[in-house]
């Protein structure tokens, strides 16, 4: 759905430094050519299926759905993918892509590190260099993911500047790319900043609702009436959503994090939050003081703690295809740790704002209705920090 | 005509840049009052942007110490109100897309045209996305600056034509900065820019001293001088305006030397 600016509705667009324009420029001719070279596709699936662990199962929680007394509840398991998280779909498909670009380096900017993680993973795989710039707050916050990066072969850069969270990592690895475009590649972690990267990620993460539509209609021979993800820049939820847009029957529903509460200045809810701004490469909703000052955002997941989203999901909530929905710290929590007793299954913080939202909506549905939650990725990067959440402090 | 050329009548010129309200409103006022006295063509004022993304540390730097001062766009508005009491020569403003587009750009541009402001840089706002603010910069009669860079090659020519107030040509990669050497070749991108466009252009990025000044200035219209300012103020505070103002004295003697 994207239009021939890179625009979605009013949304998107390429609000970037001329110094980086002929280099998005270049990227999406290359983009344009790739996604329908057979070849380019044959070995994204063999990436995607002998090295990612695809297609991600697709499982009935029996226990939640017998708990919760209402719709039956399917989990798609995309914490079960190679490096414990959906992002390995988007970057193995840009290395690759960077790769036939005659790219040699990869440049990534990185939340709850998990994104990071995969680029580094991705990089050492196909003999790339790898930089990835995270939040001076975040490598603390995730300091075993740090680790992890460097064992992959990649640096680490801390970024001090801001809030030292991801919008300043955003910004850094974008300063660095301006610096050196010749031989790198900004592997981008969402479907965010200038076009065409928003349709670039959404692309290689559609492979999640692709699998969900096959694996449900085998299982159940129908579409699900509720599907419904986490939402930062909003990947993972794109990713969920893309193949049921056109299926006006499937409510789409993206979670975001509340933190302490939308009536709090501590939340990244920027669809319930936000206004319409510029910042980052596009057009969207962004949480921001009347002058158009970026706010700093908060919320217990690393991975959600960004003051913007993707202009696809800005588009959907703008004409009603899809619900945006905020749950809090103590919401995700809690979801968190009722995933773990109840399915066996830790959930990263991320993945359990949604969880949360299907046990508020569940138990309100009728049992022959469906409802799937993406689980984007595994909680053991959370384990520290719920712990502390909840007063308990351990040591790795 | 634009007020703009006025800056390029006299032989090259020279344009710093500051920040307003680092440290604070006033000694960004003194620091401008010592840029005119000394030679100053044209001023570049900063808006404050809490997420400068073109900007380096320096001028990142001067950013977070205007907003945590509390500074907001309206306080820049009334200070260039306080400004253009005295000073005569162009003024422009150079911030980011979100600042004009969150005030609503029309009442954003139209009061730069009230208050005496000639022109606008938004850095991140490429000629693909120009038109929702051209439109509304044509009817107010305020510039917007077109920037080019050293990656822009068969760009050059089509952001060159429609250009106005003056070019500014970005010197080398990466973000704005001190820098020990040039290494791009401006003179060639400035040859395709004279052959499309009759708008004058300045050099910035990377321009910290006289002789570097002097050499952008050979083979261009004027320099642009951002990051070595503002380092003045950063190691100065509120002492800097006589500091600034020998500063540009220095530059412009080179400039206008070539």
Same mark, same amino acid.
């Given at each position: 759905?994207?239009?021939?600016?890179?625009?979605?509705?009013?949304?998107?667009?390429?609000?970037?430094?001329?110094?980086?324009? $002929?280099?998005?420029?270049?990227?999406?001719?290359?983009?344009?050519?790739?996604?329908?070279?057979?070849?380019?596709?044959?070995?994204?699936?063999?990436?995607?299926?002998?090295?990612?662990?695809?297609?991600?199962?697709?499982?009935?929680?029996?226990?939640?759905?017998?708990?919760?007394?209402?719709?039956?509840?399917?989990?798609?398991?995309?914490?079960?993918?190679?490096?414990?998280?959906?992002?390995? $779909?988007?970057?193995?498909?840009?290395?690759?892509?960077?790769?036939?670009?005659?790219?040699?380096?990869?440049?990534?900017?990185?939340?709850?590190?998990?994104?990071?993680?995969?680029?580094?993973?991705?990089?050492?795989?196909?003999?790339?260099?790898?930089?990835?710039?995270?939040?001076?707050?975040?490598?603390?916050?995730?300091?075993?993911?740090?680790?992890?990066?460097?064992?992959?072969?990649?640096?680490v850069v801390p970024v001090k500047t801001g809030t030292a969270t991801?919008?300043?990592?955003?910004?850094?690895?974008?300063?660095?790319?301006?610096?050196?475009?010749?031989?790198?590649?900004?592997?981008?972690?969402?479907?965010?900043?200038?076009?065409?990267?928003?349709?670039?990620?959404?692309?290689?993460?559609?492979?999640?609702?692709?699998?969900?539509?096959?694996?449900?209609?085998?299982?159940?021979?129908?579409?699900?009436?509720?599907?419904?993800?986490?939402?930062?820049?909003?990947?993972?939820?794109?990713?969920?959503?893309?193949?049921?847009?056109?299926?006006?029957?499937?409510?789409?529903?993206?979670?975001?994090?509340?933190?302490?509460?939308?009536?709090?200045?501590?939340?990244?809810?920027?669809?319930?939050?936000?206004?319409?701004?510029?910042?980052?490469?596009?057009?969207?909703?962004?949480?921001?003081?009347?002058?158009?000052?970026?706010?700093?955002?908060?919320?217990?997941?690393?991975?959600?703690?960004?003051?913007?989203?993707?202009?696809?999901?800005?588009?959907?909530?703008d004409i009603g295809r899809a619900e945006y929905v905020a749950i809090?710290?103590?919401?995700?929590? $809690?979801?968190?740790?009722?995933?773990?007793?109840?399915?066996?299954?830790?959930?990263?913080?991320?993945?359990?704002?949604?969880?949360?939202?299907?046990?508020?909506?569940?138990?309100?549905?009728?049992?022959?209705?469906?409802?799937?939650?993406?689980?984007?990725?595994?909680?053991?990067?959370?384990?520290?920090?719920?712990?502390?959440?909840?007063?308990?402090?351990?040591?790795? | 005509?634009?007020?703009?050329?006025?800056?390029?009548?006299?032989?090259?010129?020279?344009?710093?840049?500051?920040?307003?309200?680092?440290?604070?409103?006033?000694?960004?006022?003194?620091?401008?009052?010592?840029?005119?006295?000394?030679?100053?063509? /044209?001023?570049?004022?900063?808006?404050?942007?809490?997420?400068?993304?073109?900007?380096?540390?320096?001028?990142?730097?001067?950013?977070?110490?205007?907003?945590?001062?509390?500074?907001?766009?309206?306080?820049?508005?009334?200070?260039?109100?306080?400004?253009?009491?005295?000073?005569?020569?162009?003024?422009?403003?150079?911030?980011?897309?979100?600042?004009?587009?969150?005030?609503?750009?029309?009442?954003?541009?139209?009061?730069?045209?009230?208050?005496?402001?000639?022109?606008?840089?938004?850095?991140?706002?490429?000629?693909?996305?120009?038109?929702?603010?051209?439109?509304?910069?044509?009817?107010?009669?305020?510039?917007?600056?077109?920037?080019?860079?050293?990656?822009?090659?068969?760009?050059?020519?089509?952001?060159?034509?429609?250009?106005?107030?003056?070019?500014?040509?970005?010197?080398?990669?990466?973000?704005?900065?001190?820098?020990?050497?040039? @290494?791009?070749?401006?003179?060639?991108?400035?040859?395709?820019?004279?052959?499309?466009?009759?708008?004058?252009?300045?050099?910035?990025?990377?321009?910290?001293?006289?002789?570097?000044?002097?050499?952008?200035?050979?083979?261009?219209?004027?320099?642009?001088?951002?990051?070595?300012?503002?380092?003045? /103020?950063? @190691?100065?505070?509120?002492?800097?305006p006589k500091y600034v103002g020998e500063f540009v004295k220095g530059?412009?003697?080179?400039?206008?030397?070539?």
């Open positions: 759905m994207t239009n021939q600016n890179g625009r979605f509705g009013i949304h998107g667009g390429q609000y970037i430094p001329e110094t980086l324009m $002929n280099a998005v420029i270049e990227l999406e001719k290359a983009y344009n050519f790739y996604k329908n070279d057979p070849e380019f596709n044959r070995e994204l699936t063999e990436l995607f299926n002998e090295y990612a662990g695809r297609p991600s199962r697709l499982y009935y929680a029996e226990k939640m759905t017998k708990d919760l007394g209402g719709a039956k509840i399917y989990l798609k398991r995309e914490d079960l993918n190679h490096t414990g998280a959906h992002k390995i $779909n988007n970057v193995l498909g840009q290395a690759l892509l960077a790769k036939k670009m005659g790219k040699t380096r990869l440049i990534a900017e990185t939340g709850a590190g998990q994104h990071g993680v995969a680029t580094a993973t991705a990089a050492a795989l196909m003999g790339m260099e790898c930089v990835v710039f995270m939040g001076e707050e975040d490598t603390k916050r995730q300091a075993l993911n740090v680790y992890r990066m460097k064992l992959l072969g990649a640096s991801l919008k300043d990592a955003v910004s850094e690895a974008m300063r660095e790319w301006t610096s050196r475009i010749a031989d790198t590649h900004y592997c981008l972690g969402s479907v965010m900043g200038p076009h065409p990267f928003p349709t670039i990620v959404r692309d290689f993460q559609a492979v999640i609702s692709k699998e969900i539509k096959e694996q449900m209609l085998e299982k159940e021979g129908r579409l699900p009436d509720v599907v419904m993800a986490c939402v930062g820049g909003g990947s993972n939820a794109i990713g969920t959503f893309y193949n049921f847009i056109e299926d006006k029957e499937v409510r789409l529903v993206g979670c975001e994090a509340a933190g302490r509460g939308i009536d709090t200045f501590e939340t990244a809810a920027t669809i319930n939050t936000g206004r319409v701004g510029i910042f980052h490469g596009m057009k969207s909703y962004f949480c921001q003081d009347k002058y158009g000052q970026i706010a700093p955002v908060y919320s217990i997941s690393a991975g959600l703690d960004y003051p913007g989203i993707g202009p696809e999901h800005a588009h959907l909530h809090t710290d103590e919401e995700a929590v $809690n979801a968190f740790e009722y995933l773990a007793k109840t399915e066996g299954i830790i959930p990263a913080i991320e993945s359990a704002h949604a969880v949360a939202q299907a046990i508020k909506i569940a138990p309100t549905m009728d049992k022959d209705k469906i409802i799937v939650i993406t689980i984007s990725g595994r909680g053991d990067k959370d384990c520290a920090a719920i712990a502390r959440y909840r007063g308990e402090e351990i040591y790795e | 005509m634009s007020k703009i050329n006025e800056a390029f009548k006299e032989g090259k010129a020279f344009i710093p840049f500051i920040t307003c309200g680092d440290p604070d409103l006033e000694t960004t006022k003194k620091c401008v009052l010592e840029m005119v006295e000394n030679g100053a063509d /044209l001023i570049e004022l900063g808006i404050p942007f809490s997420d400068p993304t073109a900007e380096g540390p320096v001028i990142q730097g001067a950013n977070i110490r205007a907003l945590s001062n509390g500074i907001t766009t309206d306080d820049v508005f009334e200070l260039v109100k306080e400004l253009r009491k005295t000073v005569k020569i162009p003024m422009v403003f150079m911030t980011y897309a979100n600042v004009v587009f969150s005030y609503d750009a029309e009442k954003f541009i139209s009061t730069c045209n009230e208050i005496g402001i000639d022109g606008l840089i938004l850095p991140d706002l490429p000629y693909e996305e120009k038109e929702e603010f051209q439109s509304i910069c044509d009817a107010y009669a305020v510039d917007l600056i077109s920037l080019i860079a050293p990656t822009s090659e068969q760009r050059i020519a089509m952001i060159a034509k429609e250009a106005q107030g003056f070019i500014y040509l970005v010197s080398s990669l990466g973000v704005t900065g001190t820098r020990s050497e040039i @290494k791009t070749d401006l003179a060639s991108i400035v040859e395709v820019i004279r052959a499309n466009s009759n708008v004058p252009c300045a050099i910035g990025f990377g321009i910290s001293n006289p002789e570097q000044a002097a050499k952008m200035a050979a083979v261009s219209d004027g320099a642009i001088v951002g990051s070595a300012i503002i380092k003045l /103020l950063e @190691k100065y505070g509120k002492e800097a530059m412009k003697d080179a400039v206008r030397s070539v």
